[in-house]
């Protein structure tokens, strides 16, 4: 994850914004988001109804995976025996 975010930050124009997003001033995060509601309604502008296409048939793909891995979490856990029941507690009495 940390190698996706370097790569992020250098991309030219969008690196700066969202450097400053993360380090800059507190209302940078607002005019960030502002910046991509402007670009998104720009690409519908200029592409329209394909641009939108493209964009739910993505965030479905991204839904769908992260979905995914959020209930598949059981799986990849590491280090425990996740199939082995915990041992009841001793009862007094006899035992064997």
Known sequence: METAARVALRVPV???FLKDA???????K??????LAVCFI?????FGY???IVYALTATA???????ILTAS???RKGEDK???????????RTR
């Open 14 to 16: 969008f690196g700066w």
């Open 22 to 28: 993360i380090h800059g001033a507190p209302d940078a």
């Open 30 to 35: 607002y005019y960030f988001m502002a910046n």
């Open 42 to 46: 720009a690409m519908i502008y200029f």
């Open 50 to 52: 394909p641009f939108l």
């Open 62 to 68: 991204v839904a769908l995976v992260s979905l995914i």
């Open 74 to 76: 059981d799986m990849f």
């Open 83 to 93: 199939d082995v029941a915990p041992k009841p507690a001793a009862r007094g009495g």
